[in-house]
């Protein structure tokens, strides 16, 4: 907690180092001229000279600016992941400031908008239960200026200590649930926001999760949710349900890396080795019925709520409720999305990638450029059903439905005077 005492510098050599006082509330700081320059960098956003001055300033870097600001804070807002990395490895406090608002370095990074910088926050320990002077949380301010991503990011996270003990012996068991060496991809694995199935299957491979028999994954997923069961509240019945969403998913690909692995055992069709188990899955989930649902995907995501064991909580009943209704025109994808990742059901006009859903997706169909895509794997998995209107004048784009009116679930004057006050400091 305790700021370093700064060096006392002579500010008199230039009139506008000594700020016309502005509020009684504020008491003005003298600044050294590194500590200058360390703000001076970060608002300019001039990373390397900034790692210059870091790597000759020995002092802590937790002091603050007249407006009780720390340079990770202002970092922070100017969603600058480098610079956050940069004063974290200096040893910067993540949870230290005195701002007047009491807005932390991850309310900053909420309203930046940056997942990066918001998940080294995290990581670093912030606490993201903290609110500001007008009893908002991070995610909270972030949903109001609709950085969706960063509220799911926030909501998601969960500490690496907490899935510690899946990589231990527990009671009778032989062999941990989990190989310590999987930890870290699991960790990445169980704090993903793109829950679209295409997605989870490429996760896992990408994080190395296939290396471990996934029947074990699925058991440690069902016992975190039994866990974050009965600590109830609502953002552990989210978590809860999550787990069991990403657990029931696990099961549905080792079903079908089951099959794929009989089928090439049995050696049908010789010829025909190309396709792997996650092109398999892919087809099945993209698979389209004549009213390009994704029906595989409706049916497993419906057998799976009903498969939820915690009936009598208010996440299964708003997902239930919303899948029966008969005005609501989402898919059952979106639905539970929207239920895991706080996004309360409104849809936004971002693109997505037409395979596996990720969020503003770089590349697209070079032929049509109607459809958009991560990366040549998303591409290649989703070809199947784009060949057939690939080219086409476009009609179907396979995108999303118009934007609704995005509904804001904080919708309060006094939030945007705060920012507009923010905005102007
Ligand atoms: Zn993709
Ligand atoms: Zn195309």
């Not at 471990?212 to 994954?217: N, W, Y």
């Not at 909580?313 to 409720?321: D, E, K, M």
């Amino acid at each position: 907690m305790s700021a370093t005492e700064p060096a006392v510098e002579p500010t008199a050599t230039q009139n506008e180092t000594v700020p016309v006082a502005a509020a009684a509330s504020a008491p003005k700081v003298i600044l050294s001229s590194e500590q200058k320059e360390i703000f001076d960098r970060i608002s300019k956003n001039e990373n390397s000279e900034l790692k210059l001055v870091l790597a000759q300033f020995k002092q802590s870097v937790d002091f603050v600016d007249d407006n009780g600001m720390t340079p990770l804070q202002h970092a922070a807002y100017k969603g600058n992941k480098d610079a956050v990395q940069m004063l974290l490895d200096q040893g910067a406090d993540v949870n230290s400031g005195k701002h007047e608002y009491n807005y932390t370095a991850l309310h900053f990074g909420a309203l930046s908008g940056s997942v990066d910088v918001c998940m080294k926050l995290l990581l670093a320990g912030a606490k993201s239960d903290a609110v500001n002077t007008i009893g908002r949380t991070a995610a909270q301010m972030a949903a109001f200026v609709a950085n969706h991503q960063v509220v799911a990011t926030i909501n998601g996270f969960v500490p690496i200590k907490d899935i510690e003990c899946y990589t231990k012996i527990q009671g009778s068991q032989k062999e941990p649930l989990l190989p310590v060496v999987h930890l870290e991809g699991f960790h990445k694995f169980i704090m993903q926001t793109n829950i679209h199935p295409v997605r989870i299957a490429l996760n896992l491979q990408k994080f190395g999760l296939f290396a471990v028999d996934l029947m074990r994954i699925r058991l440690v997923l069902d016992e975190m949710r039994e866990r974050d069961m009965d600590r109830r509240n609502e953002i552990n019945e989210v978590m809860a349900f999550k787990y069991h969403y990403l657990g029931y998913m696990v099961n549905e690909i080792e079903k079908c890396r089951h099959y794929f692995l009989a089928r090439k055992a049995e050696g049908s069709n010789g010829k025909d080795q190309k396709s792997d188990f996650v092109e398999l899955f892919a087809k099945r989930v993209l698979k389209q019925g004549k009213d390009g649902a994704l029906e595989y995907v409706e049916a497993t995501i419906r057998e799976c709520v009903r498969e939820f064991p915690f009936r009598e909580y208010a996440i299964f009943r708003q997902v239930v409720t919303q899948l029966a209704s008969k005005d609501n025109s989402a898919s059952a994808l979106e639905i539970i999305k929207a239920a895991i990742n706080g996004q309360r059901g409104f849809q936004d006009t971002i693109s997505l990638c037409s395979s596996c859903g990720e969020e503003k997706p770089d590349k697209k169909c070079s032929k049509c450029k109607q459809v958009q895509y991560c990366d040549r794997e998303c591409q290649r998995l989703h070809w199947f059903m784009h060949k057939k209107v690939c080219a086409r004048p476009s009609s179907t784009t396979g995108q999303t439905g118009p934007a609704k009116d995005a509904k804001k679930e904080i919708d309060s004057a006094e939030i945007n005077e705060q920012l507009q006050k923010l905005m102007a400091s």
